[in-house]
């Protein structure tokens, strides 16, 4: 036997491996409330439900990603109790380091997570072991967003505009077709044969994609703005667009697109992203945080939306700091109290 490395047993430490910056222990002290609020964020999974989305931030070192690993490790623990297909995946947002790769253009099919990760291109991960995902192929571009129908993925790519890609085999993406568009595109959405992505140029762009070897761009719209996101909501196309807020543009004739209103409706701060649920309109707002408008009257164009605020939080508590909870997964907006009030800033 070599006498290179010492014996195990002469190591001052117990378990050494509880130094390690990944170690999750197996009970967490003085940490029960906090691991019940993160288990009441995802425990629908088991009753059939729609998990909740949180946002969970404060002091380094006061417990929060050990907390949520811990919570996730008896999640596993207990879906494989259950028979039931449950994975979790961890992103180390250290490594990963903008909000749209982290949040915006991680999109789940199956086993395989989809990552838009701008100059870094798209990204096929195998994820069917959550412990260890890894990197299947990679597709070069400039990837902004994202869009997955069937074995499709439609991309805004910021430097050359539409890329179809067949991800039919993950591990061998191909491309299908594209489509040059001015500026590029940062923001994408479909419905049925239409797709419709924005550029920071102004430019809102429709595009006929029934027909992959042939896609067409069959109108433009000019919102004068600084264009983010773009979401679709039956035939309304609601555009973030910057400190002017947002334009609803209506595509019942995608040929003719028009603005639903006589003005975009701005909102308290700069609108970047959009998502809606039902008749709300949920905005990442800049510096006014999260804006949230009444859109069930539109597209009326005599009346503006009503702004409304979700008028409960729910927070965790780590010493000293609060972190609240934001909750915008489809589903949960029922359970949410919609008030007539300005937002109140809490922390």
Avoid at 100 to 109: A, D, L, Q, T
Avoid at 152 to 163: K, M, Q, T, V
Avoid at 249 to 256: A, E, G, Q, R, T
């Amino acid at each position: 036997m070599t006498a290179l490395f010492p014996n195990k047993d002469l190591c001052v430490f117990l378990n050494q491996s509880a130094l390690n910056l990944n170690y999750v222990p197996d009970r967490l002290i003085a940490r029960d409330q906090q691991v019940q609020d993160v288990v009441g964020v995802i425990q629908n999974v088991f009753r059939g439900g729609c998990l909740d989305n949180a946002l969970i931030f404060g002091k380094t070192g006061t417990g929060k990603t050990v907390v949520v690993k811990y919570v996730l490790k008896e999640m596993r623990e207990r879906a494989k109790e259950d028979s039931l297909n449950i994975k979790s995946v961890f992103i180390n947002c250290k490594k990963v380091n903008t909000i749209v790769r982290i949040i915006k253009e991680i999109i789940v099919n199956g086993t395989t997570a989809y990552l838009a990760a701008q100059s870094k291109g798209f990204i096929s991960v195998d994820i069917h072991d959550p412990s260890n995902p890894s990197q299947l192929d990679l597709y070069t571009g400039n990837i902004d967003g994202i869009r997955i129908e069937n074995s499709i993925a439609y991309l805004a790519d910021a430097s050359l505009g539409l890329r179809m890609v067949n991800i039919s085999n993950p591990s061998n993406l191909q491309e299908i077709s594209t489509v040059t568009l001015t500026n590029g595109s940062i923001a994408i959405d479909i419905q049925d044969s239409l797709a419709i992505l924005t550029s920071t140029n102004n430019l809102v762009h429709f595009i006929n994609i029934s027909d992959n070897a042939n896609l067409t761009q069959i109108a433009q719209y000019n919102t004068t703005a600084t264009n983010m996101d773009v979401k679709i909501d039956g035939n309304i196309a609601y555009v973030s667009g910057g400190k002017d807020g947002i334009y609803m543009i209506d595509f019942s004739d995608p040929k003719n697109p028009v603005n639903s209103t006589s003005a975009p409706y701005n909102t308290i701060g700069s609108a970047y992203h959009i998502y809606i649920d039902n008749n709300y309109a949920w905005i990442a707002d800049g510096k006014n945080g999260l804006s949230v408008i009444n859109i069930a009257e539109l597209p009326d164009p005599s009346s503006a939306p009503e702004e409304v605020v979700a008028s409960s939080m729910k927070t965790i508590s780590f010493g000293w700091t609060w972190i609240p909870l934001s909750l915008l997964s489809s589903g949960i907006i029922a359970s949410m109290i919609i008030k007539k009030k300005k937002f109140q800033k809490i922390m």
